[in-house]
């Protein structure tokens, strides 16, 4: 199959990968990855991701998340290092960004996306849950705009809050845009989703917070966040 290009041959054109056609191919797409535990192969990193973004197309974000839960572990550790975010995009982008791609369609694959890559609950070490750079990363390829971070952000970070990482990003782009108050909250979601051991990044998610509520003059807001470490 590989020999052929497959999975990107296949992947490649999302705009005609309905939701039934992608489906068809998850059978074997899962048994590649499993079958990853004993052998590698060219091609194996492709089908990696390529099992992710099919799962997207297919609308079963969930069944993704399901499946994952079944794995053994170390099968599971080596396929979150070969299917994150940008991985699968870069897979996608080209479709993403046809003209031809309803406008629906389009968000069902981007919230797909969110919900398929976030961790199985306890396996949140094995990801980089702290990269506050995911939205950035996915306007360099032209797949999000500015204007559809900061309309459906907050959802997305909600379906994936990366640790907080996702809310701390979005809080970025409001301050940009000058929504300061939305950005206060965003700050306040990140700090409550970070990882408590995580010291460092649980910091500076509060300190960006005070930092922005003194520039509010909200003194005694900026503050409250020493109360955390009491």
């Known amino acids: 199959m590989y020999c052929q290009g497959f999975p990107k041959s296949v992947l490649k054109d999302v705009v005609n990968l309905d939701e039934s056609k992608a489906r068809s191919y998850l059978p074997l797409l899962r048994n590649l990855v499993e079958m990853s535990r004993e052998i590698y192969w060219n091609g194996r990193d492709e089908c990696v991701a390529g099992n992710l973004a099919m799962h997207v197309l297919?609308?079963?974000?969930?069944?993704?998340?399901?499946?994952?839960?079944?794995?053994?572990?170390?099968?599971?550790?080596?396929?979150?290092?070969?299917?994150?975010?940008?991985?699968?995009?870069?897979?996608?982008?080209?479709?993403?960004?046809?003209?031809?791609?309803?406008?629906?369609?389009?968000?069902?694959i981007l919230n797909n996306l969110f919900v398929a890559s976030a961790p199985i609950e306890g396996d949140e070490a094995y990801i980089n849950n702290n990269d506050t750079q995911v939205f950035e990363r996915l306007i360099d390829l032209n797949v999000l705009k500015k204007e559809e971070i900061l309309e459906r952000g907050a959802a997305w970070a909600e379906l994936n809050p990366r640790g907080g990482a996702a809310y701390a990003e979005l809080a970025k782009y409001q301050l940009e845009a000058g929504e300061k108050e939305d950005a206060v909250l965003n700050y306040l979601q990140a700090g409550l989703h970070a990882p408590i051991g995580n010291l460092t990044t649980y910091t500076q998610y509060y300190l960006d917070e005070a930092e922005l509520l003194l520039s509010l003059d909200r003194i005694d807001a900026a503050m409250a966040w020493v109360e955390f470490f009491d």
């Open 58 to 108: 297919a609308n079963d974000a969930e069944g993704y998340q399901s499946w994952m839960t079944g794995l053994e572990d170390n099968i599971r550790r080596n396929t979150y290092s070969g299917s994150s975010i940008d991985q699968v995009v870069y897979i996608l982008r080209d479709g993403l960004n046809s003209k031809e791609l309803k406008p629906e369609r389009r968000s069902q």
